[in-house]
């Protein structure tokens, strides 16, 4: 890999990673004006996940661990495909509804680093890593891909389970058999 492509992916892995390392530390920790644990449990309660615990626990180890394995280039296709599942259920489960633009709650800004995540999940963390420092070599495309399916599969499965009951519209007869 040349310099420039390694010192490019640096740059990238260190301002996407780190960016949702600390979005991740807003839910976990409360830091950064954030909700804290406590609140995002109840929020994703009342967003019907459950167990909440496993659901919470993702979400955390996809934004934090995520985003530091992505950061450092460490165990990177892991990392990759830990943004890209935390962000497929942010996207369709919280900002879908309100459309593209992100000031009015919308899914632009998980939409990109959704995609980063792929980029950097199919190409490698660069030369410029704890991977490449290690000598970790990983099959990039191979374990990110299996991955990535992985978690869009724990994804569809938490959308399914957490969305909200029909309810008949009012007026309507119930009779009982």
Known sequence: MTVTISIALLIL?????????VHGTQKLFGW???PGLARLMQGFEQQGFKPV???????????????LSVALGFLTPLGAAGIFGAMFMATFKSHWKNGF???RGGYEYTLVLMSVSIVIGLIGPGSYSLDALFGIVLSEVLLFGALAVAA?????????????????????VSRAS
Do not use: C, M, Q
Request: no cysteine.
């Open 53 to 67: 615990w496993l659901w919470v626990s993702f979400v955390i180890l996809g934004e934090v661990g995520g985003g």
């Open 32 to 34: 950064f004006a954030g």
């Open 13 to 21: 892995r260190l301002v996407v990673g780190l960016t949702l390392a």
């Open 152 to 172: 869009l599969f724990v994804d569809v499965i938490g959308l399914l389970i957490s969305r909200k009951a029909s309810v008949a519209p009012s007026g309507s």
């Open 101 to 103: 633009i992100v000031s």
